[in-house]
């Protein structure tokens, strides 16, 4: 167990719908990852928050945000579903954000929100 | 931006056996971490390793960051060691956001 937990493990929606995934980070994590991981794109990043604030975007389309809330958990809203969006989301924390090599660096991945679009 | 390449794509080993994956790196190398994500999908963390060598029973890891790679050492493999494993390597910028390799998929047979 990492320490991170993700809800719900599974979600089964419709095209055109809209989802939130949920995200508690470790205890004491300040930083917080979304990562999508799809059959064909291997494990993308999408975007990281660290205190509270938009740190790092990567992939994420225009129908995801996300937010990190003050109690840092965070949430991944995923709108206009697409079959395509079908993937396993995962959100990873880690105690903070250094540009050299650092422990703080060091990252824990949740189990996994499971997103079947039909 | 970084590439990050693992070989070999897919192993079988028999229970016993020892096995070297590799992860190459096409610019320098600080913040590198090795997951192993099992069949039920939960990337495990195995290694966070920027240079050096770490080992943690029967697995070990070994960064060369001046020579862009990195290696993981499985030895005595059971079944519990099928999935996959990828290693992550470092990205430019102020913050560590980790490119994925493909992995690296091995499957142990009893």
């Known amino acids: 167990d990492s320490g991170v937990t993700q809800t719900p493990k599974h979600l089964i929606t419709a095209t055109g719908q809209r989802v939130t995934l949920r995200c508690s980070p470790r205890?004491?994590?300040?930083?917080v990852y979304w990562y999508q991981q799809s059959l064909d794109q291997g494990l993308q990043f999408l975007i990281q928050?660290?205190?509270?604030?938009?740190?790092a975007k990567g992939n994420i389309l225009e129908r995801f945000s996300a937010q990190q809330f003050p109690d840092l958990h965070s949430e991944l809203n995923l709108s206009s579903l697409e079959l395509g969006d079908s993937a396993l989301y995962f959100c990873?924390?880690?105690?903070?954000?250094?540009?050299?090599?650092?422990?703080?660096?060091?990252?824990?991945f949740g189990p996994g929100t499971r997103l079947t679009v039909l | 931006g970084i590439q990050v390449e693992q070989s070999p794509p897919d192993l079988i080993l028999q229970e016993g056996a020892n096995s070297t994956l590799r992860c190459n790196f096409s610019d320098s190398v600080n913040n590198l971490q090795w997951f192993h994500q099992n069949p039920w999908g939960q990337l495990i963390n195995l290694f966070y390793?920027?240079?050096g060598t770490k080992q943690n029973g029967r697995l070990s890891a070994t960064t060369v960051a001046t020579e862009r790679y990195s290696l993981l050492y499985i030895s005595s493999s059971q079944t519990t060691d099928s999935g996959v494993y990828f290693c992550?390597?470092?990205?430019?910028?102020?913050?560590?956001?980790?490119?994925f390799g493909r992995g690296t998929s091995l499957i142990v047979h009893p």
């Open positions: 205890s004491g994590d300040l930083s």
């Open positions: 990873a924390s880690s105690p903070r954000v250094s540009g050299r090599a650092s422990n703080d660096n060091e990252q824990f």
């Open positions: 928050y660290y205190n509270g604030e938009e740190r």
């Open positions: 390793i920027p240079s």
């Open positions: 992550a390597g470092p990205s430019s910028g102020g913050s560590y956001i980790p490119t």
